[in-house]
Protein backbone atom coordinates (compact mmCIF):
# COMPACT_ATOMS: atom_id res chain seq x y z
CA UNK A 1 0.00 0.00 0.00
CA UNK A 2 1.38 3.15 -1.28
CA UNK A 3 1.79 5.93 1.36
CA UNK A 4 2.56 9.49 1.54
CA UNK A 5 3.56 11.69 4.73
CA UNK A 6 3.47 15.49 4.66
CA UNK A 7 5.60 16.96 7.22
CA UNK A 8 6.76 20.47 7.59
CA UNK A 9 3.91 23.29 7.75
CA UNK A 10 3.06 25.83 10.14
CA UNK A 11 2.76 29.27 10.96
CA UNK A 12 5.05 31.51 9.17
CA UNK A 13 5.25 35.58 8.67
CA UNK A 14 5.36 37.28 5.17
CA UNK A 15 8.72 37.11 3.79
CA UNK A 16 9.84 33.95 5.79
CA UNK A 17 10.43 30.52 4.90
CA UNK A 18 9.23 26.76 5.08
CA UNK A 19 10.52 23.61 3.63
CA UNK A 20 7.83 20.75 3.24
CA UNK A 21 8.92 17.04 2.99
CA UNK A 22 7.13 13.92 1.54
CA UNK A 23 7.86 10.26 2.49
CA UNK A 24 6.84 8.00 0.51
CA UNK A 25 6.90 4.06 0.71
CA UNK A 26 4.86 1.34 -0.93
CA UNK A 27 6.03 2.28 -4.33
CA UNK A 28 8.85 2.45 -6.45
CA UNK A 29 9.78 5.94 -5.91
CA UNK A 30 11.77 6.06 -9.01
CA UNK A 31 8.85 5.29 -11.00
CA UNK A 32 6.90 8.30 -9.51
CA UNK A 33 6.85 12.02 -10.62
CA UNK A 34 6.38 13.51 -7.77
CA UNK A 35 4.01 16.72 -7.14
CA UNK A 36 2.70 19.44 -4.97
CA UNK A 37 -0.73 20.77 -5.01
CA UNK A 38 -2.62 22.96 -2.63
CA UNK A 39 -5.60 23.96 -1.63
CA UNK A 40 -6.93 27.70 -0.10
CA UNK A 41 -10.21 27.67 1.21
CA UNK A 42 -12.74 27.85 -1.25
CA UNK A 43 -10.35 26.95 -4.20
CA UNK A 44 -9.99 24.50 -6.31
CA UNK A 45 -6.66 22.43 -5.87
CA UNK A 46 -3.95 23.58 -8.03
CA UNK A 47 -0.86 22.18 -8.66
CA UNK A 48 2.46 24.25 -7.36
CA UNK A 49 5.39 22.75 -8.59
CA UNK A 50 6.48 18.51 -9.81
CA UNK A 51 9.60 16.80 -10.59
CA UNK A 52 9.70 13.69 -12.78
CA UNK A 53 12.02 10.64 -12.01
CA UNK A 54 14.80 12.33 -13.98
CA UNK A 55 14.41 15.82 -12.31
CA UNK A 56 12.36 17.71 -14.78
CA UNK A 57 10.70 20.45 -12.89
CA UNK A 58 7.55 22.59 -13.60
CA UNK A 59 6.17 25.62 -11.72
CA UNK A 60 3.30 27.35 -11.34
CA UNK A 61 3.95 31.14 -12.47
CA UNK A 62 2.74 31.98 -9.24
CA UNK A 63 5.84 30.51 -7.33
CA UNK A 64 8.07 30.37 -9.55
CA UNK A 65 11.47 31.91 -8.36
CA UNK A 66 10.31 31.64 -4.73
CA UNK A 67 10.02 27.91 -4.21
CA UNK A 68 11.96 24.86 -5.42
CA UNK A 69 10.90 21.17 -5.94
CA UNK A 70 13.63 18.59 -5.47
CA UNK A 71 13.50 14.71 -4.36
CA UNK A 72 16.17 12.43 -2.79
CA UNK A 73 15.72 8.99 -4.52
CA UNK A 74 17.92 6.95 -2.40
CA UNK A 75 15.56 8.64 0.63
CA UNK A 76 12.16 8.36 -1.41
CA UNK A 77 11.51 11.51 -0.59
CA UNK A 78 10.33 14.79 -2.48
CA UNK A 79 10.78 18.52 -0.83
CA UNK A 80 9.54 22.07 -1.49
CA UNK A 81 11.53 24.76 -0.22
CA UNK A 82 9.21 28.10 0.24
CA UNK A 83 10.97 30.90 0.14
CA UNK A 84 9.93 34.81 0.15
CA UNK A 85 6.09 33.40 1.06
CA UNK A 86 3.37 34.84 0.99
CA UNK A 87 -0.47 35.33 2.45
CA UNK A 88 -1.66 34.04 -0.71
CA UNK A 89 0.38 30.89 -0.46
CA UNK A 90 -1.89 29.65 2.38
CA UNK A 91 -3.12 26.61 1.86
CA UNK A 92 -3.38 22.88 2.77
CA UNK A 93 -0.54 21.54 0.71
CA UNK A 94 -0.72 18.10 -0.54
CA UNK A 95 2.25 15.49 -1.95
CA UNK A 96 1.31 13.77 -5.37
CA UNK A 97 2.68 10.57 -6.42
CA UNK A 98 1.82 9.80 -10.05
CA UNK A 99 3.09 6.25 -11.18
CA UNK A 100 4.21 6.53 -14.75
CA UNK A 101 4.31 2.43 -15.20
CA UNK A 102 0.56 1.95 -13.83
CA UNK A 103 -0.83 5.49 -14.03
CA UNK A 104 -2.14 5.66 -10.86
CA UNK A 105 -2.58 8.18 -8.62
CA UNK A 106 -1.65 8.77 -4.67
CA UNK A 107 -2.26 11.73 -2.03
CA UNK A 108 -0.33 12.67 1.10
CA UNK A 109 -3.27 13.67 3.86
CA UNK A 110 -2.30 17.23 3.33
CA UNK A 111 -0.12 19.62 5.41
CA UNK A 112 -1.59 23.35 6.66
CA UNK A 113 0.82 26.59 5.11
CA UNK A 114 0.12 29.48 7.40
CA UNK A 115 1.36 33.04 6.00
CA UNK A 116 0.70 35.69 8.07
CA UNK A 117 1.03 39.43 6.83
Known amino acids: QVQLVESGGGLVQAGGSLRLSCAASGTIFRENTMGWYRQAPGKQRELVAS???????NYADSVKGRFTISRDNAKNTVYLQMNSLKPEDTAVYYC???????????WGQGTQVTVSS
Open 96 to 106: NARNRISGLNY
Open 51 to 57: ITSGGIT
